[in-house]
């Protein structure tokens, strides 16, 4: 029998559906081998923390320093690793986890800092540059697809602009975005976030054979029109409608229903926004859809701890660590997690002083970032802050940097050349790839 990757990637969908992998044998062999497959796709999942997390509460505590807070470490799956008591889910996964410890930027403003690390470029110069996002979807995309090569699951109004903009590269390659249909279930609520794109269905009365009919009608009358009047904007028009027809197709509309899920998986990630993003990420990733960002703290900047940082942070740990946990979870279940790079991160860190309105305000010298997953070598920290988290001593990582390493974990080269609408050559990363964190 002749099978597909894709078609691989169904059946380890479906078995493990039907299976719990700790009941099942044979389920860890399927898994490697289709680890093992040279003609799988790569794709990456960024795991956005709107607002800024504190690493000194996360990844990288100072235990019995003033400004250690009032969390606990735990220990992990990996000895002499430890984080917050929050993460739970993650200490046993630590193994898959390179912990960022050195990062160091220069924008310490939302926006500013919001740009700057999903482009690798400080704002505010002549030329519009392409999110990390779209850059990696054009290298890795998939071109028979009906799925975005790009998706964008409840971003926080901060990245709707620049941040996730395609940039020089056009339309083709802007994020298609899942947002929260209706309010999203308050703290404690037993209700389940809903997650979705609105236009995927048809209007009443509408049946397939007349939307094709209505599309082809389209197609001439566009096609017409750009014969006549060719310019970029109206390419860019065709290219946006072109896109969000394909997502009507069933095959794609159906990767972002939910209510294929049973209701114990949707639970096991969690029934809030990043949850179920985080499940909407697998079922992308499983479709081969090279790049997936999903938010956390997104409605109102969550991260953003001026004040009462700790009841806070407790709480989007919480969230973080199951959503995230269970994600890499049914991955490896899957034989996914080693062609998935995760890259968690946020605008800047948080300073490790606690104010006197018991926050921690912004701070982009010294802070962390995680890689996890597919071409990455987990079960470490790479770089270190001082005994009181203020400065970096050792493997301090720029933007450019962290960057180029996502670049190599994904199978890409960073150098790889972009042209402008001035035909100027840009790298998707100038920096310098860390050697020691790659597989």
């Known amino acids: 029998m002749n099978t597909t990757p894709h078609s691989r990637r169904r059946f380890l969908q479906a078995t493990a559906g039907l299976v719990g992998a700790a009941s099942c044998s044979w389920l860890p062999q399927l898994a490697a081998a289709a680890g093992a497959d040279p003609n799988r796709k790569r794709s990456c999942i960024v795991l956005w923390m709107a607002g800024g997390p504190t690493q000194t509460d996360t990844f990288d505590m100072k235990p019995g320093h003033a400004n250690?807070?009032?969390?606990?470490?735990?220990?992990?799956?990996?000895?002499?690793?430890?984080?917050?008591?929050?993460?739970?889910?993650?200490?046993?996964?630590a193994d898959k986890l390179a912990i960022m410890r050195g990062m160091s930027t220069r924008e310490g403003?939302?926006?500013?800092?919001?740009?700057?690390?999903?482009?690798?470029?400080?704002?505010?110069?002549?030329?519009?540059?392409?999110?990390?996002?779209?850059?990696?979807?054009?290298?890795?995309?998939?071109?028979?697809?009906?799925?975005?090569?790009?998706?964008?699951?409840?971003?926080?109004?901060?990245?709707?602009?620049?941040?996730?903009?395609?940039?020089f590269l056009g339309p083709r390659y802007a994020a298609a975005t899942v947002g929260t249909r209706g309010a999203p279930p308050a703290e404690g609520s037993d209700a389940m976030?809903?997650?979705?794109?609105?236009f995927l269905s048809l209007p009443p009365g509408i049946d397939t054979r007349r939307q094709d009919a209505r599309l082809a009608l389209w197609k001439d009358q566009q096609d017409q029109f750009l014969a006549r009047h060719p310019s970029g904007a109206a390419e860019a028009q065709a290219t946006i409608f072109q896109s969000a027809v394909k997502m009507m197709h069933p095959e794609a509309a159906s990767a972002f229903d939910l209510s294929?899920?049973?209701?114990?998986?949707?639970?096991?990630?969690?029934?809030?926004?990043?949850?179920?993003?985080?499940?909407?990420?697998?079922?992308?990733v499983e479709r081969d859809v090279p790049f997936v960002e999903v938010t956390l703290g997104g409605g109102g900047l969550g991260w953003d701890t001026h004040q009462g940082n700790f009841p806070a942070v407790e709480r989007l740990s919480k969230e973080l660590d199951q959503g995230w946990s269970t994600l890499m979870r049914e991955l490896s279940e899957r034989g996914l997690l080693e062609s998935t790079t995760i890259l968690w991160m946020g605008e800047f860190g948080r300073t490790p002083n606690i104010n006197n309105t018991a926050g921690r305000d912004h701070f982009p010298d010294a802070w962390t970032c995680v890689l996890a997953g597919g071409g990455i070598a987990g079960g470490q920290a790479y770089g270190q802050t001082d005994e009181a988290g203020s400065e970096v001593t050792e493997g301090k990582t720029e933007v450019q940097d962290l960057l180029a390493t996502l670049c190599r974990a994904v199978g890409v080269d960073p150098a790889t050349e972009h042209f402008s609408p001035q035909a100027r050559p840009i790298k998707i990363s100038e920096g310098h790839s860390i050697d020691q964190v790659l597989a």
């Open 109 to 167: 403003d939302h926006l500013r800092g919001t740009y700057l690390m999903h482009t690798g470029q400080r704002p505010g110069g002549p030329l519009n540059y392409p999110s990390i996002g779209a850059s990696l979807s054009k290298a890795l995309e998939h071109n028979q697809s009906t799925l975005p090569n790009y998706v964008a699951v409840n971003p926080s109004g901060l990245l709707n602009g620049s941040a996730l903009s395609p940039g």
């Open 193 to 198: 976030a809903d997650l979705g794109v609105d």
């Open 260 to 284: 294929q899920e049973s209701t114990e998986v949707r639970e096991t990630y969690g029934r809030g926004t990043f949850g179920q993003g985080c499940l909407i990420a697998r079922r992308l």
């Open 68 to 93: 250690g807070g009032e969390f606990k470490e735990t220990e992990t799956n990996v000895p002499g690793l430890r984080f917050s008591e929050h993460f739970a889910g993650l200490a046993q996964q």
